[in-house]
Nanobody, 120 residues
């Protein structure tokens, strides 16, 4: 199975930057979609960004222009560069991988999360 380990979280001031990393235990070249989700205390986990194995990306509107997702298949790692951070970005960020077996048929894999805290 795929094991994902996040790192790079921390405490920053508004306007600061962080780069999150997600290291996979094995090759991610056969993973169609990888992405990042986040969850604030008392709230549902929400999708933030995704990247396909063809490097197609998508983001939720609040982070467009500020966050960039990328993947390095040689290093089996996906990244989330976060710039111009805002307090509302504060959450635990989770790495996600979806291994597809057909159209809209996939298995989800999750990391254990890394805390991002943005102070005002």
């Amino acid at each position: 199975q795929v094991r994902l380990v996040e790192s790079g979280g921390g405490l920053v001031q508004s306007g600061g930057s962080l780069r999150l990393s997600c290291a996979a235990s094995g090759s991610i070249s056969n993973i169609y979609t990888m992405g990042w989700y986040r969850q604030a205390p008392g709230k549902q986990r929400e999708w933030v960004a995704t990247i396909t194995n063809g490097d197609s990306t998508n983001y939720i509107d609040p982070v467009k222009g500020r966050f960039t997702i990328s993947r390095d298949n040689a290093k089996n790692t996906v990244y989330l560069q976060m710039n111009s951070l805002k307090p509302e970005d504060t959450a635990v960020y989770f790495c996600n991988a979806k291994r597809y077996y057909g159209t809209n048929v996939y298995v989800d894999y999750w990391g254990q999360g890394t805390q991002v805290t943005v102070s005002s």
